[in-house]
């Protein structure tokens, strides 16, 4: 019966292409692939969902950040719609405790959460999604503290002690600032004053108090006969110097009131200057954070007030902040808002929402760092709409989905185009209203990033647009004029994965897995994938499940069109007759195989019961004929690995009947 067909092959699977129609695609391109991954051999039923942890709360998540500690160790940081910040305890365990019971931060309900890992802490910043509505805080594994805190609102008072000692006469003025745990200096109080006789000790008195992450205070003065503007000094060390006592000017405490000083002018004013301190500015709300390790500062974006401004701390001091020239603007006055900082080989670049700019720092403040613009309409439409990899940078903005490694940016969501404006194709499908909640995560080990979106009138990430890059960063589509279709030539491979998902992160922690996992290396490194339903969820992606959650994943491919003209050496002309298809796959679903023609609905053509060890052919008769046939594979009842499709064909050809 089919000594006249020609057997047409799908060996290598390409990725989806939604910018041609079926009829101009060759059978190894995909104007449909849900749910499925790809690897250099085979198409395969996705990732399943397996329950790594969940909120307490059982709120939505709206923050998942990887705390990285100095001595390697990661932990998991859960941020949830009610405002409660969670840690994983112990690593590995899947339980969510209160990340600092009792502190006296209150995180903002309804806020989205980003983070950074630096000096062994986690920094954290609080918003709608694209605009700060909370102060940042930091976490040290322990505590919760503002990163800025206010300036004393009292003022302490000065006198001579009746002690002999060596504070020379003339006038002199004092000042208090408030130290944190991370040992940054807060703005100064307003300025205390009195009288040196001379030859005394001074006693300090009604000193304030701070807040619960104050550690210490430090007392800076003037030398004699100074005045309210200073300079002022500290004293740090204690030392006795040509027979002179000199004390230390910080009370390591936040309760003492009251201390007893000694010193001489020669080496006070040797000591710390407190210059800068009068500089130092609390930070606003903000949305976004980077530590930058080329410059040893944080960055800190998304202030609502000033939307083009990035806040830079002192280097080594992530507390310190100038209110003069500790920050660059990008942009400004252009009405776009800063949406991403990031570092990638040792530049320092900046995302817009339509923008990429290139930042280059010099030894001054960074107010004074040059500012070079790189490319229009390209950026980032959300702080978390970009993820640095190690050779790329991927970001995503209404325009597209973009690469960038140093160069020009790469436009590489094109095939995810609609044919036309009465056809949309996938990336006309994200809802860009909801364009803040957008996020990327690139998964290293296999060769894939993710991109969560919320598509249609969703209010949510609903569906996660993937792409692996196993087979390089190229379109993976080539047109042939001979046969006048596009076929798939190695390269990026796009899919759909309908998982509702408000942030992945690929996390180091220890898990315990089967007896034969399916990729040894989750047992220390996994990717977490944040529930978008107010379920408090967070998964892991599991390649031993196609479940999510317990559910059977629903997947689904369609192929392009089939034909067995350019086998044949002919032009593809009248239609051709699809007799017997053959199937070569393992697993343990029953898969649906129908036929669509000419653009057509669906028909039903049969299944075939899958083998989880063999993966012998299972063969159906097709017995459909037209212009452009393409096979559709579906199932939602168990894994499956697909190796290789054969179609045997042949022409008929006969005109189409609206012809005659």
């Given at each position: 019966m089919l000594q006249s067909y020609t057997p047409v092959p799908l060996e290598h699977f390409g990725g989806l292409v939604t910018n041609w129609p079926a009829e101009m695609l060759d059978c190894d391109l995909m104007v449909e692939a849900t749910n499925v991954r790809y690897t250099q051999s085979a198409v395969s039923v996705r990732e399943g969902l397996t329950l790594a942890m969940a909120t307490p709360s059982g709120a939505a998540v709206r923050g998942l950040v990887d705390y990285v500690q100095l001595n390697g160790a990661e932990q998991p940081l859960v941020f949830d719609a009610d405002g409660n910040?969670?840690?994983?305890?112990?690593?590995?365990?899947?339980?969510?405790?209160?990340?600092?019971?009792?502190?006296?931060v209150v995180l903002p309900a309804s806020a989205w959460m980003n983070g950074a890992s630096a000096y062994n802490r986690?920094?954290?910043?609080?918003?709608?999604?694209?605009?700060?509505?909370?102060?940042?805080?930091?976490?040290?594994?322990?505590?919760?503290?503002?990163?800025?805190?206010?300036?004393?609102?009292?003022?302490?008072?000065?006198?001579?002690?009746?002690?002999?000692?060596?504070?020379?006469?003339?006038?002199?003025?004092?000042?208090?600032?408030?130290?944190?745990?991370?040992g940054s200096l807060s703005q100064p109080s307003l300025p205390f004053n009195w009288t040196a006789v001379g030859s005394k000790e001074a006693v300090i008195s009604s000193l304030p108090t701070g807040p619960q992450s104050c550690v210490a205070r430090v007392v800076a003065f003037t030398v004699a006969g100074g005045t309210s503007a200073g300079p002022y000094f500290y004293i740090e060390t204690p030392a006795t110097v040509n027979g002179v006592n000199e004390t230390v000017t910080v009370i390591d405490d936040n309760t003492t009131t009251s201390i007893t000083v000694n010193f001489d002018d020669d080496y006070l004013a040797a000591s710390n200057n407190a210059a800068d301190q009068f500089r130092a500015m609390q930070l606003p709300n903000v949305q976004g954070v980077l530590f930058s390790q080329t410059t040893q500062r944080l960055l800190w974006w998304g202030d609502p007030a000033q939307p083009s401004t990035v806040y830079c701390s002192e280097p080594g001091d992530a507390g310190l902040y100038l209110g003069d020239t500790g920050f660059f603007q990008v942009a400004e006055g252009s009405g776009l808002k800063v949406t991403a900082c990031f570092e990638f080989r040792n530049q320092l670049y900046v995302a817009l929402e339509r923008g990429l700019y290139l930042v280059t720092p010099n030894d001054g403040d960074p107010a004074t760092w040059s500012i070079t613009h790189i490319a229009h309409s390209v950026g980032a439409c959300s702080p978390r709409a970009l993820a640095v990899g190690t050779s790329f940078v991927f970001m995503v903005c209404p325009s597209g989905a973009y690469l960038f490694d140093g160069g020009a940016p790469q436009w590489i969501s094109e095939e995810l185009l609609g044919p036309s404006h009465l056809k949309p194709g996938a990336w006309d499908a994200i809802n860009w209203a909801q364009a803040a909640l957008i996020w990327c995560a690139i998964d290293h080990n296999n060769k894939t990033v993710r991109v969560g979106c919320p598509t249609g009138t969703s209010l949510l990430c609903d569906t996660i647009y993937k792409v692996s890059y196993m087979d390089g960063w190229e379109p993976s589509q080539r047109f042939s004029a001979f046969t006048a279709r596009y076929h798939y030539f190695p390269g990026r491979r796009w899919s759909l994965d309908t998982i509702a998902a408000s942030q992945a992160v690929a996390v180091r922690r220890p898990?315990?897995?089967?007896?034969?996992?399916?990729?040894?290396?989750?047992?220390?490194?996994?990717?977490?994938?944040?529930?978008?339903?107010?379920?408090?969820?967070?998964?892991?992606?599991?390649?031993?499940?196609?479940?999510?959650?317990?559910?059977?994943?629903?997947?689904?491919?369609?192929?392009?069109?089939?034909?067995?003209?350019?086998?044949?050496?002919?032009?593809?002309?009248?239609?051709?007759?699809?007799?017997?298809?053959?199937?070569?796959?393992?697993?343990?679903?029953?898969?649906?195989?129908?036929?669509?023609?000419?653009?057509?609905?669906?028909?039903?053509?049969?299944?075939?019961?899958?083998?989880?060890?063999?993966?012998?052919?299972?063969q159906t008769l097709a017995l459909v004929q037209g212009e452009a046939i393409s096979l559709r594979l579906n199932s939602s009842q168990g894994s499956m690995q697909l190796q290789s499709i054969y179609l045997f064909m042949k022409s008929t050809w006969a005109l189409r009947a609206n012809s005659l």
């Open positions: 910040l969670y840690v994983e305890s112990a690593a590995g365990s899947g339980r969510l405790v209160s990340a600092a019971p009792g502190s006296p986690a920094y954290l910043a609080f918003g709608s999604g694209l605009a700060g509505t909370a102060a940042p805080a930091v976490f040290d594994g322990t505590n919760l503290d503002p990163v800025t805190i206010a300036a004393p609102g009292t003022v302490a008072s000065g006198a001579d002690s009746a002690t002999a000692g060596n504070i020379a006469a003339g006038a002199r003025y004092g000042v208090v600032m408030f130290k944190n745990r991370e898990v315990t897995l089967g007896d034969f996992p399916a990729d040894r290396r989750q047992v220390n490194e996994q990717v977490l994938v944040a529930s978008a339903q107010p379920d408090g969820a967070i998964y892991r992606l599991d390649p031993d499940s196609a479940q999510d959650g317990g559910t059977a994943i629903a997947w689904a491919l369609t192929t392009g069109a089939f034909s067995a003209s350019e086998l044949l050496r002919r032009q593809r002309q009248g239609i051709e007759m699809a007799g017997l298809i053959q199937v070569r796959a393992t697993g343990t679903a029953t898969v649906s195989l129908e036929s669509i023609t000419d653009g057509g609905a669906a028909q039903s053509i049969g299944s075939v019961s899958l083998n989880r060890v063999s993966s012998a052919s299972h």
